[in-house]
């Protein structure tokens, strides 16, 4: 289970191959599923889904695994370098802002299905929320300077969607309740 952890917590804000993972442990990819299950359950992880449609250039059958607590994820993998040192800055802001989210989220019942999108040319949003036919995107930069291009596919894609970029010069807007 630790040498589990250790994986996912690698591969954070990336997707996940659950075969790839069953190989790495020399397990069964089924009991892998079933380890993961048990994590969430446990409230130590979550999965992201993949949003699609049922596009051919969407990724749709992946999914992201972030942890609840980024504390944790660190100790794992023996991770406490300060900030401007981490190669992993960019994966910890997003796996921050999406659990910063969900507390939000649940807190004030606002109903959402939530996902991920790329496609099969590497295009993204890291974080989908879906309500009243409504699509909200958002891309999570750690530094603001940092370029972000609206993916147009998605835009033209799909009605009512939106993408919004998410870095430290304005995330409070995107995890504190409005008021």
């Not at 100790?75 to 999406?98: K, M, T, V």
């Not at 033209?156 to 969607?161: C, E, F, I, L, V």
């Not at 939106?162 to 010069?169: A, N, Q, T």
Request: hydrophobic share 35%; glycine share 4%.
């Amino acid at each position: 289970m630790v040498d589990l952890l250790q994986l996912l917590a690698l591969q954070l804000g990336s997707e996940v191959s659950y075969q790839e993972l069953a190989s790495s442990l020399g397990i069964d990819r089924l009991t892998v599923r079933k380890y993961i299950d048990l994590l969430e359950q446990c409230f130590i992880i979550f999965r992201q889904r993949a949003f699609s449609r049922n596009l051919r250039k969407e990724i749709s059958k992946t999914v992201k695994i972030y942890f609840y607590d980024l504390g944790v994820r660190n100790s794992l993998i023996q991770a406490y370098n300060p900030l401007h040192l981490r190669a992993d800055i960019g994966a910890l802001w997003e796996n921050f802002c999406i659990v910063e989210r969900r507390k939000l989220v649940q807190y004030h019942k606002m109903y959402r299905n939530t996902y991920f999108w790329r496609t099969y040319d590497q295009k993204e949003i890291d974080y989908i929320e879906e309500y009243d036919g409504q699509l909200d995107g958002y891309e999570f930069k750690w530094s603001p300077a940092k370029s972000f291009k609206v993916p147009q596919d998605f835009i033209d894609t799909y009605q009512n969607a939106s993408v919004e970029r998410v870095d430290r010069s304005n995330y409070w807007k995107f995890v504190l309740p409005e008021n």
